[in-house]
């Protein structure tokens, strides 16, 4: 098992940058695939970006593609989601899970999840 934590949320203006941290505990992370999935009121839970846990291999969303950035730190167990160019579409909160497959953007595939962290994009 793998217990997840979020940080780095917070309010930031349109255009700026934040920079999430999902720290892992119990295991060892280079043996899953990790995904950040975020979901705003009233919406369904969409994956965001995902890091393969073999090659470091990467995909993203089409909204985000060009804006945010995934790396891992294994020896760290950490994975951040570095934003930029934040939109008030981006308000949500943001979720880190973990996967035994690869790297999907499916949530049902994702069996260990963190607590969320909140960002809001406003001015």
């Known amino acids: 098992q793998v217990q997840l934590v979020e940080s780095g949320g917070g309010l930031v203006q349109p255009g700026g940058s934040l920079r999430l941290s999902c720290v892992a505990s119990?295991?060892?992370?280079?043996?899953?695939?990790i995904g950040w999935f975020r979901q705003a009121p009233g919406k369904e839970r969409e994956g965001v970006s995902c890091?393969?846990?073999?090659?470091?291999?990467?995909t993203y969303a089409d909204a985000v593609k060009g804006r945010f950035s995934i790396s891992r730190d294994n020896a760290k167990k950490t994975v951040y989601l570095q934003m930029n160019r934040l939109k008030p579409e981006d308000t949500a909160v943001y979720y880190c899970?973990?996967?035994?497959?690869?790297?999907?953007?499916?949530?049902?595939?994702?069996?260990?999840w963190g607590q969320g962290t909140q960002v809001t994009v406003s001015s």
């Open positions: 890091i393969s846990s073999r090659d470091g291999r990467t």
């Open positions: 899970a973990a996967t035994s497959y690869s790297a999907t953007l499916q949530p049902s595939l994702h069996a260990y």
């Open positions: 119990g295991s060892r992370l280079n043996s899953y695939g």
